[in-house]
């Protein structure tokens, strides 16, 4: 990638932005206002009603629900045929959008009148009995019937009344004392009586209801009505809709864009970032564009690796006064010599005057190179328009690009920082499936992800699809190791066992007494991965530092920690004080039958231990002398590899709660220290142990048990499978975000994103 900079007169902008625009290629840098004498620009005129336009065409395809798929027909939009037809389309779909509001109001009001006509469809009095008296005030509602009477009775201003109840429903008649009025709604105040409005009809509250009824299917054909002209309307002018966004957004960017230019009165400077090898295009299309009245300059070179991060970043172009000044080209090289090739703003009006006529009206600031300071201490360096920091370009490879997703909920990776993508890829689903490690949730997982990746358009649900994809088959990978199949060891038995021929699966989770041993290995495992995690992320922590401070910055900032971290670990694996560390250290890669895998590792000797800390105090003694501040945090090299254990438990407690609902559906007994699940309770050995209380479990009782146990079995695994998600997604993820990134990444890039627009529904012509 280069970064560039164009200079040129005000009047060639809008050519040169058409140029750039239509050339996609230009990452452009705005421009943060740090230059004397310049300003950012304004848009150009238009822009605002050309963004009205376009908020406009956006509501009428969210009215009428278009999708962005193109249909090829690549129609050039008018702009001057625009307003006007986007006018009359506006009008024909609020028109349209409006009744069907009113239809749906009024459809809502019918709703809701029929639901208050429920209470009074169950007292079963015609509504033109229940108010329009003269002598009588009636009021109908909600409430307890004798509450009601007692308030009446107490009531000094009711001389008689009367009262029909039903279901909790009660309508009431009351007769005044003389001279009183409006008295029963002030009765019925502190009763327990919530009153409903009664219609004015003369029907009973069933025809009401009836005629309710009629109105809702009048108003529902009128709906659908309305809604065929807005799909007539979406078929005649959706086309020219999305035509017209696409149009208008070109419009608004190219209308905007000066925004991130620096200007003064008579010129600009744009910076950005594009392709090297595409530079050479960018300043020919330009000079064929504007000719001499604009200077395309590469100010810097930065190499992408394979990984799309910045390997080596480079100033370009001349360093000597003069060289490569457009008006030292402009005036045949006879330009003054200078230290700067910076372009001053006009001093007054004059001035602007002078140089405009001698220039041949051009003027002269125009011709001049951006303001890039450039001196002989600094080897070059720019002062840049911003930050200057190059685009990010990701080049991961096409399996690995979904966990993209993953890295971005956290940033983009600058150009300073190595792409973690390809390290998420090959961990989390490695984390997910070694806790779950079970073919039936393996397979569960997959055609969930498949169905995501499949089933929704959005590239985010694809991606997202595809990471629970890989999660899933690694879950079902592991689980043939495992051996295991909705925590039940059948793949063990006619895998392993019966084709294979081994006396169990080639790994185990160590629920039973007899291979326990599984369990205190997986502990061990998670550390020593948690080990090596650290180790990457410190290390590559250590090539940036490096890369862009030196090694001896490197070595005090980062490599203190690499020798902090396994120093530590070499201790702690030595036999150096072994009598105060666990056994297991030293037992599950040793040999016999505590070991798991029998390497013959018992640990180191103690004077590896006595190395390890050495190095763990130089580390120390480094972070004391570089980054003391961190010093604190020095419980990290133990604290985040024991965070690691999670790992182990997560497998554990998944696997046991796999294993209860197992053993309360189908029961399990013991023999020599292993469970066995029982599927035919007449072949249970005699020496064997019943484990738990419901003996040989519930689907080998009666009807209603067998129920149970189906009933168990499908909401018990159910759990089991959404606290896998929660569970071994959210610790995998936590380890990935707090315990790897926290050490190297902060993802504060930007993405490469050109100025310009890939059109699908417009042609340029």
Known sequence: ?????????????????????????????????????????????????????????????????????????????????????????????NDCDDRRDDLRDERRELDERASAMAPLETLGIDLDLLSGYDSLETSVGEGDEQAVRDTLDAADDVDRYETFAEDGVVAVFAHPTSGSSDVLEDALVGAEFAAIEVPDAEKSPAAYLDDLDDRRAELDREIESVEAELDDLREKHGDFLLAAEEQLTIEVEKREIPLAFATTKNAFVAEGWLPTEQFV????????????????????????DSSGQVADREPTGPTEPGVGDPETAADGGNADSKQSSGL?????????????????????????????????????T??????????????????????????KAVGRPSYAEFDPTIILFLTFPLMFGFMIGDVGYGLIYTGIGYWVYNGF??????????????????????????????????????????????????????????????????????????????????????????TFHG??????????????????????FSRLFDGSKPDLLFEVFSSGDVAAFELGFTGFPAWVGIVGGVAFFAGLGLLAVGPTHELVEAHQVLAHVLSYLRIAAVLLAKAGMAFAVNLLVLGVYVTE????????????????????????????????????????????????????????????????????FSKFYEGSGAAYDPFGYARRFTTDE
Not at 386 to 397: L, S, T
């Open 1 to 93: 990638m280069s970064r560039v900079s164009i200079t040129g007169a005000k009047r060639v902008l809008d050519d040169v932005i058409e140029t750039t625009h239509d050339l996609n290629l230009l990452h452009v840098t705005d421009y943060d206002g740090a230059w004397e004498g310049f300003e950012p620009g304004d848009p150009i005129a238009g822009a605002d009603a050309a963004a009205e336009r376009l908020v406009t065409v956006r509501s009428l395809e969210s009215i009428l629900d278009l999708d962005d798929d193109p249909d090829g027909s690549g129609e050039h939009v008018d702009t001057d045929d625009l307003a006007d037809r986007l006018e009359r389309v506006r009008g024909a779909v």
């Open 281 to 304: 295009d960018l300043a020919e299309a330009l000079e064929a564009s504007v000719g001499e009245h604009c200077e395309v300059e590469e100010l810097e070179r930065a190499a992408y």
């Open 344 to 380: 001053q703003p006009l001093d007054d009006e004059n001035e602007s005057d002078d140089r405009l006529e001698a220039d041949g009206g051009e003027p002269s600031e125009a011709r001049r190179s951006s303001p890039i300071e450039r001196s002989e201490s600094d080897g070059g």
């Open 382 to 407: 720019e002062a840049r328009m911003a930050d200057g920091e190059p685009p990010v370009v990701q080049k991961n490879p096409k399996g690995v690009r979904p966990f993209e997703l993953l890295t």
């Open 457 to 546: 358009d959005s590239d985010t649900y694809q991606r997202f699809g595809a990471v629970a994809l890989a999660a899933g088959i690694s879950t079902t990978v592991f689980g043939v190791l495992y051996g295991e199949i909705f925590g039940l060891h059948l793949v063990s038995t006619y895998l392993w066992e019966g084709v294979v021929g081994l006396s169990h699966a080639p790994i185990e989770k160590g629920l039973s007494p007899a291979t326990s041993y599984w369990a205190r290995t997986w502990f061990v495992v998670t550390a020593l991965f948690g080990i090596l995690h650290l180790n990457l992320a410190w290390i590559f922590e250590f090539i940036e530092e490096y």
């Open 551 to 572: 090694f001896a910055d490197a070595l005090k900032e980062t490599g203190s920690w690499l020798l902090a971290l396994n120093g530590l670990w070499l201790f702690i």
């Open 673 to 740: 220290g292993e469970y066995h699940f029982i599927y035919d309770p007449g072949h249970i050995p005699e020496e064997a142990e019943l484990l738990g209380a419901l003996g040989t479990g519930l689907i080998h009782g009666g009807p209603v048990s067998i129920l149970l146990a189906v009933v168990v079995l499908l909401v018990g695994h159910l759990v089991v499978l959404l606290l896998g998600v929660t569970s071994a997604g959210i610790q995998s993820i936590r380890l990935e975000y707090f315990e790897f």
